[in-house]
């Protein structure tokens, strides 16, 4: 076995994004290239990162210091042929959440964050197309002016931690089943193929498995469990929850979350994304289809007692807007803050699992990406443990979230920090190849080829590779894609966090003070649980 350097001996090597081409139309994709970008503020090229080309994230509510920064964009915008359109749904939310004055009004200020679109500024006169828009320049301009990563940003593309089946994860199917009508060069780049490698080659990184079916004959293991005067909550902002009979009492597990009369997640206001496009002639299983409830499965057998929180802020194809993420966490903090406050134990939030990520642009600075470190931070003041995966492609560069777990330097009592979590090999001791590693990581746990619950409504195209009648009875092999029976195996970090979110779970569930409703006992049970779990971190 050959020794690797450590940290800070190379130079760290950062995945290109590679996203499908229905993803990137829906969204506007851009993705930043080294080469041809504009530079940094420090003069430095940015990294690799994917964010939706017609957006900018500006923090803030509407009549507060918001509108200097969408003034100031107005007017840069109008020097490069663009113009600032905010879309008034956005506000209309903001107002439902804020709820007046008190506390839901101070978070909102806090970490409210809208999503400004930027359309070509064309004159009835002009006869040709405008070019596509891209906010990055436009953004470097504003950073040249003083507005800060605390004030506007990116609105970057957040994807479920991506898979490692060893297949492009958009297709369904091996990448020699039909060239793909971009392989020549990725139109959704604006940038040659300088990546060096298929543009899927990121997600085919060795050491672990896809998702397969499995057959489980346990139990429920909520089945029996002791029933608490208060539940501990796990939230996990995912893919939702489909069909499993673990998860058919809403009591102990929902994915319809509202906030003062908000509903969160994909059928909710908050949610103005356009559609994703379907293909009639493909009956393929979404590549993250199922995604959220096998973390919930994860959570469940970790913590039979706990109370799971789906909400549902991505589709199959395992893609969310920092924008819809970001207000998603707000819109739960006010929840948050709200029981606790106002004494109302049922909308209390014990720990938040995230299994989704992205790589920024800047990863040198400790302060990359203020704008969601900012919100999760805000938790932990809040006393909520939150956990994130580390992400699968064998890097040391940070991924966003869990890389925030990094620039800790020293805790803070009033803070419950966040921990991010690496995947553990079935034997439980090697790290799995995929995994990414660096002095960011926390911890880690089982995440290769775990076993947990699918939806039983997941059955896609993909036939058995043998069948036959004998006797009366069907004999078949494996049908490669059908999850009816309710359980597969798979593999990812996406399902190593949910493990130690789920033993952080079971700590609070032993905890004496867990019916307390008071902000300091809640972070001081909140750091307890994190102690318990990573004895060597103490505020």
Not at 17 to 44: I, K, Q, W
């Amino acid at each position: 076995m050959t020794e690797q350097p450590a940290d800070g001996d190379r130079p760290e090597w950062t995945p290109v994004p590679a996203l499908p081409p229905d993803v990137v139309e829906r969204f506007a994709v851009r993705v930043l290239d080294p080469v041809s970008a504009v530079s940094l503020p420090s003069g430095a090229a940015p990294r690799p990162t994917a964010y939706r080309g017609d957006r900018l994230l500006v923090r803030g509510l509407p009549g507060t210091e918001r509108q200097e920064v969408l003034d100031q964009m107005s007017r840069v915008a109008d020097g490069l042929g663009l113009r600032v359109r905010v879309d008034p749904r956005d506000d209309e939310v903001a107002t439902a959440l804020a709820d007046g004055q008190g506390v839901a009004a101070e978070i909102m200020r806090d970490y409210w964050v809208t999503s400004v679109e930027l359309v070509p500024a064309q004159g009835e006169d002009d006869a040709l197309d405008p070019a596509p828009v891209d906010v990055w320049p436009l953004l470097q301009r504003l950073r040249a002016t003083g507005r800060g990563d605390d004030e506007v940003g990116l609105d970057h593309l957040v994807v479920a931690c991506p898979d490692i089946s060893g297949a492009p994860y958009w297709s369904g199917a091996p990448y020699w089943s039909g060239a793909p009508y971009w392989s020549g060069a990725p139109y959704w780049s604006g940038a040659p193929y300088w990546s060096g490698a298929p543009v899927v080659s990121e997600y085919a990184s060795p050491g672990g498995g896809g998702r397969t079916p499995a057959a489980l004959t346990l139990r429920d293991p909520a089945h029996g469990a002791t029933r608490l005067e208060r539940p501990p909550v796990v939230c996990c902002l995912d893919t939702g929850l489909g069909p499993h009979p673990w998860f058919a009492d809403p009591a102990s597990a929902t994915d319809r979350v509202e906030v003062n009369g908000v509903l969160l997640g994909l059928d909710g206001p908050m949610d103005t994304l356009p559609l994703p496009t379907t293909n009639p002639l493909d009956a393929a299983v979404a590549p993250y289809s199922g995604h959220g409830t096998f973390i919930a499965g994860m959570i469940r057998q970790q913590c039979p007692q706990a109370r799971i929180l789906g909400v549902p802020v991505m589709d199959g194809d395992g893609v969310v807007p920092e924008s819809l993420l970001v207000r998603t966490l707000v819109a739960l903090l006010v929840r948050h803050a709200q029981a606790l406050t106002d004494d109302r134990p049922e909308d209390l939030i014990d720990v938040l699992s995230l299994s989704l990520g992205y790589y920024h642009e800047e990863p040198a600075d400790a302060a990359a990406d203020p704008i969601l470190r900012h919100v999760l931070t805000g938790y932990g003041r809040w006393g909520v443990c939150v956990v994130a995966a580390a992400g699968n492609d064998s890097t040391v560069t940070p991924f966003h979230p869990a890389g925030f777990a990094g620039q800790v330097a020293g805790f803070d009592r009033a803070v419950v920090p966040l921990v991010s979590v690496g995947a553990l090999n079935p034997n439980g001791t090697s790290v799995a190849y995929f995994s990414n590693a660096g002095s960011w990581v926390s911890c880690h746990r089982l995440g290769a080829n775990v076993v947990s619950a699918l939806p039983t409504d997941l059955n896609g195209h993909h036939q058995p590779s043998a069948r036959m009648q004998f006797m009366g009875q069907e004999r078949a092999t494996i049908d490669p894609d059908d999850y009816s029976g309710g359980f597969g195996t798979w593999s990812g970090t996406s399902f190593a966090a949910p493990v130690l979110a789920g033993e952080l779970a079971q700590h609070l569930a032993e905890d004496a003070t867990l019916p307390v409703v008071d902000r300091a006992t809640t972070r001081d049970r909140g750091w307890n649980a994190v102690r318990a779990e990573l004895p060597d971190w103490k505020p």
